[in-house]
């Protein structure tokens, strides 16, 4: 039970870690837009199958409709908007600053928690994880960023994107509580394609590109996209929400590894310094640091 828990944190944690790397690669040819709308072409391509088998064709056309709006907005806050905020903070940032910057979706949970869920209250040392968050935050953007201003603004760029995540959790847990996790993630991706594709048709690239760029977008869509997706609501159903919510901390560091050592990213003081902070805020104001007996839904994955 131990070892297949653990398979499965790490293998997710190296997939999602690896789209970091992925995004850079293919913005040597194809721009965000127009990237992204193609990775959520190929990953509602890749689950609707799935959940076909899995429901049937009627129950899932229902489930779509039951979604309503909903679904619409999913698509928005945690598809089409954070991808493409992402993939355009690294074309001023390295891979490994954006994971980084991605790093903080449980702290916002936590935070805006506060403001949708009356009854949760953040004192103590949830509060101080919160600060340390903002902080990492502040170090990672403002402590000498290489890039000038506008690394500054692509490493803003993912933050909001992680504050997105963070709405898309809240909102998915009380909206979708009773919907399979994968009807949702289908249904949103093919939202997101939809709203991202008319504007993706005035960004084409002039010419095709390379097998290289397409492969790296059918990575971040068939796998970094519907694969980890499935293996971590596995994870989550299996292994409850307080592991699950360890890939977390393993994401960043996959993207950083990735990065040094296969694109040659430097990595320099301040993005140490922030994924310290990070990540220490991210155990201490998600509650990690607790023992949770309830299965409950877990703190969103920051997911390039």
């Known amino acids: 039970m131990a070892r297949r828990y653990l398979f499965l944190l790490v293998l997710t944690a190296a997939i999602w870690g690896a789209s970091y790397m992925f995004i850079k690669v293919a913005l040597r040819e194809i ?53 493409t905020l992402i993939a355009w903070g690294e074309t001023h940032v390295t891979s490994s600053v954006a994971a980084i910057a991605n790093a903080p979706v449980p702290i916002f949970v936590a935070l805006l928690a506060i403001k949708f869920r009356k009854s949760e209250t953040v004192t103590g040392l949830r509060l101080v994880g919160i600060v340390l968050g903002f902080i990492g935050v502040g170090i990672l953007t403002g ?35 009773s919907t399979s996790p994968i009807v949702v993630v289908a249904g949103s991706s093919l939202w997101g394609a939809l709203m991202l594709l008319p504007i993706a048709l005035f960004q084409l690239p002039a010419e095709m590109p390379s097998a290289k760029a397409l492969a790296c977008v059918a990575m971040l869509g068939m796998v970094g996209t519907a694969v980890a997706l499935i293996l971590y609501y596995k994870m989550l159903q299996g292994y409850g929400s307080s592991r699950a919510s360890l890939v977390t901390y393993l994401i960043p560091l996959f993207a950083v590894i990735y990065g040094v050592t296969i694109l040659n990213e430097s990595l320099h003081a301040n993005a140490i310094l922030g994924l310290a902070f990070i990540l220490g805020g991210v155990a201490l104001g998600s509650g990690a640091l607790r023992y949770v007996r309830r299965r409950e839904p877990a703190p969103a994955a920051p997911r390039a």
């Open 143 to 177: 402590l000498h960023p290489e890039g000038g201003w506008w690394a500054v603004a692509g490493t803003l760029a993912v933050v909001v994107a992680s504050l997105s995540y963070a709405f898309a959790n809240l909102y998915a847990q009380g909206r979708f509580a």
């Open 31 to 83: 721009e965000p837009v127009p990237m992204m709308a193609l990775r959520l072409v190929l990953a509602a391509a890749v689950l609707f199958p799935i959940v076909i088998v899995q429901r049937g064709g009627a129950e899932t056309v229902r489930e779509i409709r039951r979604g309503g709006l909903g679904l619409v907005l999913i698509g928005l806050i945690n598809s089409a908007l954070p991808f």
